[in-house]
DNA sequence: TGCAATCCGGACTGATAAGGTCCCCTTTAA
DNA sequence: TTAAAGGGGACCTTATCAGTCCGGATTGCA
């Protein structure tokens, strides 16, 4: 299945979360808020951290904080911070060396507009548009994933 | 990283070299065509039989012929082919009752506009435009694969 | 009528990556 | 000074993918 990481789908309900209560929030607050894993959530925050979507304040009464509301930030960055750039296949913006059929292969470079209209949907699409609207708190684990 | 299988890989260098040489063409003979190992060949060529994409003949000087120009073929029909339906996560088309926090969950439903807008994303782009043109004959086996 | 070529369906196994947890260090407010 | 919190990385477990193999069914040809 074409799919995107449940730490995607993580980082979606963190942040709707973050933005519900405002603020600064710890990692085991959002834990406890959103029913996910405390060691999952401090990765996924982490993560959103390096990729500058929130900042990490450090020290006692630290936490985190959105450095931009939801409806401004494009789904395509959240799974650029959690999967990595978004490709379908190795053979994407220019030879990486991996590929051995380099002279031979029939698709090379072909791929490269696929990805760019998988691209150009995702970066249309808000994070608030998938994270909105949201009860106060939630009780279970969120294995919102891939089964298939 | 948000990717497809090897095998929609696979599928398209296949389709291409059916399409090239045309008629019907035996699974080693296209495994000699494009030097992907025999036994993924077939593999690739029975699930593209099962999607309707080709068709197989059985017996004797038998073999498999495209049903379709590849120009009128949507690389999402070949996706769907090889990794099942598109959908990033499992959370989709209404409830399968895999999720536990189904009541509680804020994303509930929220995943299918994202679904849809990769669909027609795929939809719009034809397996010909990926896979043409072709030498007459391939080499070595084909990792363009995704290697992150 | 038998034989050989070919597809069909599934089961099996190894490799790769994802998912998740834990640890120690640094920073900072009380 | 101490405790609370994030930062960074290593580690292990497990699921999924990729690839192979086998027996069976079907069909053309001698």
Redesign the pocket.
């Given at each position: 299945?074409l799919?995107v990481?449940?730490?995607t789908d993580?980082a979606v309900v963190v942040l709707s979360r973050l933005e519900a209560e405002g603020g600064v929030?710890?990692?085991?607050?959002?834990a406890a808020g959103t029913g996910i894993?405390?060691?999952?959530v401090?990765?996924v925050?982490?993560m959103l951290?390096?990729a500058g979507v929130v900042?990490?304040?450090?020290?006692?009464?630290?936490?985190?904080r959105l450095l931009r509301p939801l409806a401004s930030l494009g789904l395509s960055e959240v799974i650029v911070a959690?999967?990595?750039p978004i490709a379908l296949t190795a053979c994407v913006d220019g030879g990486f060396g991996f590929c051995e059929a380099e002279q031979t292969c029939p698709v090379r470079g072909r791929w490269d507009p696929v990805n760019a209209a998988i691209r150009g949907a995702l970066s249309a699409i808000m994070v608030s548009e998938i994270a909105s609207p949201m009860p106060a708190r939630r009780a279970v684990?969120q294995?919102v994933?891939?089964?298939?």
């Open positions: 299945m799919r990481s449940k730490f993580y929030q710890t990692a085991p607050g959002l894993a405390e060691p999952t401090a990765k925050l982490k951290s390096q900042e990490g304040l450090r020290g006692a009464r630290g936490g985190y959690m999967d990595g684990p294995p994933l891939a089964a298939e």
